[in-house]
């Protein structure tokens, strides 16, 4: 087991795929043999509750609880938070109290690091720690791009050329230059499509929006019954579909993860057409 890898997945947009990604490529990368922690950084819960926490509010130890305990105390010690899945993955759950700690971070000291302070303490256990964002830019989301090695960015055709992502590429530069130099755009990719020919609409709206210079990934999510289902089943797409499409197009991301880093350059942006 190598240095873990630190995974957020972000988009501003609420519902574009993100906590659904967040399951199932974790679920994806398990199947590849690696050892997994997932954090939900959403005070909504939607991973919590998809991991089968139905109930967040009701649990006592959450990723709130324990950022509140750094951010306010002398730090945290314990490991009691981390739950395990059927599928072989670990995952810190969340709650509404995560929503006062984004709140009460902005008169905390380091207040952009404290996600990085816990991360720290527990990433020697893992290959991939991935991060589920919360729909905005706000401090929740600051301190898992300052943490992360990669972002993530899934996205639906009209987003691409929209305000929103360039303001969410250029929260990732500024938090690259000012607090993490190592973050780094790890691709681009399209959720929930329709059709076929999506991916070369996702390249050509990047080329004509960032210049080329954001990578996008080979992977298009198709938009299915299957995985619209995930989210209430407890079981990700390769235990309710394994042999569908959206198994493959998550069976394919996950390939493009385990990739990052080795061919970040030659995957960027296929500046040739
Ligand atoms: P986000 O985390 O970005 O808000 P979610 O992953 O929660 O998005 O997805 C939003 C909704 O769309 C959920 O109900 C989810 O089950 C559903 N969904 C996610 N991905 C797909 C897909 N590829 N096809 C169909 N439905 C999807
Ligand atoms: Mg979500």
């Known amino acids: 087991m190598g240095k873990a890898k630190v995974i957020a997945v972000a988009n501003q947009k609420g519902g574009v795929g993100k906590s659904t990604t967040v ?22 819960a939607d991973l919590t509750k998809m991991l089968g926490q139905r109930k967040p509010h009701d649990l006592k130890l959450t990723l709130g609880n324990v950022m509140n305990e750094i ?8 490991h009691e938070e981390i739950l395990h899945h059927h599928e072989g993955f670990d995952f810190v759950p969340a709650n509404r109290t995560l929503s006062a700690v984004e709140v009460g971070l902005v008169n ?27 729909p905005s830019l706000g401090m929740l989301v600051i301190n898992a791009l300052a943490t992360s090695d990669y972002v993530l960015i899934p996205v639906q055709a009209d987003y691409l050329a929209a305000e929103d992502m360039t303001e969410l590429v250029g929260t990732v530069q500024s938090i690259k230059r000012q607090i993490n130099p190592k973050l780094k755009i790890g691709g681009v990719f399209m959720t929930m499509a329709n059709g076929t020919n999506f991916r070369q609409d996702v390249v050509t709206a990047v080329r004509e929006n960032f210049g080329g210079h954001l990578p996008v990934l080979q992977t298009v999510i198709p938009s299915t019954v299957r995985l619209a289902e995930v989210s209430t089943k407890d079981k990700s797409i390769f235990q309710h579909e394994p042999r569908g499409r959206a198994a493959a197009a998550y069976r394919n991301l996950t390939k493009e993860v385990l990739e990052i880093g080795g061919k970040q350059r030659s995957r960027s942006a296929d500046r040739s057409r």
């Open 71 to 78: 951010a306010t105390g002398p730090g945290w010690q314990g």
């Open 108 to 134: 905390v000291m380091s207040r952009e690091t404290v996600l990085k302070q816990y991360i720290d303490g527990v990433k020697a256990d893992y290959d991939y720690v991935l991060l589920d964002c919360r």
């Open 23 to 44: 399951y199932n490529l974790g679920a994806g990368l398990v199947l590849e043999g690696k050892k997994v922690l997932l954090l939900d950084v959403d005070p909504q």
